[in-house]
């Protein structure tokens, strides 16, 4: 039954990561080793699961029923674990969180480092990506984000709240001069970040009662928050970044605030995790783990 349960979770990690590369990726592994794993699944169940391409994988109907199926028998087990945990409140059993990339990173995995060492019965896993996942479909116990998921069945918390700051290197300044208005970021370099499908080519600016959209322009774009920060750090162009990301950059003087007369806007990021009758005590100890290390971070970082 062991190996039955690990062989779900395996392909559940499968599909939330969309391809044998990337799921190899999140579970340190190999595409040959998640190759061999699937394809025992298979064999066992003597049906196929999904239909390999070269770049992804799309579940065919049984795969998908599959699929729909071993959510479910998840969340059971999740569940009767929590609600067997429950009278001794201890912490145990895996603990699946995402995150966005550079926060996760920098802030996150550090303070998921501390609570493994304070609950060693809890195995941590971080998953850190830019895209938003879903801590239902995407088999998360817990998942942070800037979008808070609008689906039923879902606990959303804020967890951090700060503002958007537009910054440069100082090389970037000397070279190009610093925009004074937002009007100005139309002869500048602006960094774009891709969210999903979508080019974020659009800033917005708070000017008096006003709020002004600005069209901007730049040859650089990503996915990637932390390549966002890399390609403005090294002075190749202005960003919009949230200020949790770039605090120590800005302390240190390698960023330089733009337009700070002009208010660009809040952000925030949300945790979510699934409503249930019995929530496992690893999850409701670890939101309050978060909260106490973010509380007792710096400015940018807390609630």
């Known amino acids: 039954m062991a190996d039955e349960i690990s062989d779900i979770r395996l392909f559940v990690a499968m599909v939330a990561a969309g391809n044998l590369s990337a799921a190899a990726r999140t579970l340190g592994s190999s595409p040959a080793v998640m190759s061999r794993h699937l394809t025992a699944l298979e064999n066992r169940l003597g049906v196929r699961l999904v239909t390999r391409t070269s770049r992804r994988f799309e579940l065919t109907d049984e795969g998908a029923q599959f699929h729909e199926r071993c959510l479910g028998i998840l969340a059971e087990i999740d569940a009767a674990e929590a609600e067997a945990a429950q009278g001794a409140g201890r912490p145990r059993g895996p603990l699946r969180i995402s995150a966005p990339l550079q ?137 919009s970044r949230a200020e949790w990301d770039i605090a120590p950059e800005l302390e240190a003087g390698r960023l330089v605030p733009c337009l700070e007369a002009y208010w660009s806007g809040p952000i925030a990021l949300y945790a979510s995790y699934a409503s249930r009758r019995h929530l496992p005590p690893r999850i409701r100890v670890f939101m309050d783990f978060l909260g106490d290390a973010l509380a007792a971070s710096g400015p940018a970082a807390r609630p």
Do not use: M
């Open 103 to 239: 926060w996760g990173r920098r802030v996150l995995a550090p303070v998921i480092a501390a609570f493994s060492d304070r609950y060693p019965a809890v195995n941590a896993h971080l998953v850190l990506t830019d895209a938003s996942l879903d801590v239902v479909n995407d088999g998360l116990d817990i998942a942070i984000g800037a979008v808070p998921p609008q689906a039923s069945g879902v606990i959303v918390r804020k967890i951090l709240s700060g503002r958007r700051i537009i910054c440069a290197a100082p090389v970037y300044i000397g070279a190009r001069g610093l925009p004074r208005t937002p009007d100005d970021l139309k002869d500048h370099d602006c960094i774009r970040l891709v969210t999903g499908h979508q080019n974020v080519d659009r800033w917005s600016f708070r000017d008096g009662d006003a709020v002004r959209t600005i069209d901007i322009r730049g040859k650089l774009s990503t996915t990637s928050t932390e390549v966002v920060n890399a390609w403005v750090l090294a002075g190749h162009g202005i960003a």
